[in-house]
């Protein structure tokens, strides 16, 4: 088992920025790569950002240029730097941890674990 814990999110006015962390612990050997998701309200929940353990990064159009992952491997940490925040950014954003059977973040994967989740509010 691998627990994920998310702290930073907060309410920002909109150009702002925030830094959300995720700490990991347990079988953190068992993963390969750790991403961010958000879920806006009435909305699917969505990849923003993905990083694996070799460093490649993949970010969702909507973020590009605007967010940025990274990982701190002697803390088990990931980060989510959010700059030029806008209102649609408004969400629920959550952690995860995989075990990548390819590339591709959201597919071919098991050992699939959550945190809590960490709400970001934009106002305009």
């Known amino acids: 088992q691998v627990q994920l814990v998310e702290s930073g999110g907060g309410l920002v006015q909109s150009g702002g920025s925030l830094r959300l962390s995720c700490a990991a612990s347990?079988?953190?050997?068992?993963?390969?790569?750790m991403g961010w998701y958000r879920q806006a309200p009435g909305k699917e929940r969505e990849l923003v950002a993905s990083?694996?353990?070799?460093?490649?990064?993949n970010y969702a159009d909507s973020v590009k240029g605007r967010f940025t992952i990274s990982r701190d491997n002697a803390k088990n940490t990931v980060y989510l730097q959010m700059n030029n925040l806008k209102p649609e950014d408004t969400a629920v954003y959550y952690c995860?941890?995989?075990?990548?059977?390819?590339?591709?973040?959201?597919?071919?994967?098991?050992?699939?674990?959550w945190g809590k989740g960490t709400l970001v509010t934009v106002s305009s």
């Open positions: 347990g079988s953190i050997f068992s993963i390969n790569a």
């Open positions: 995860n941890a995989r075990r990548l059977f390819s590339r591709h973040y959201a597919h071919n994967y098991d050992m699939d674990y």
């Open positions: 990083i694996t353990n070799g460093g490649s990064t």
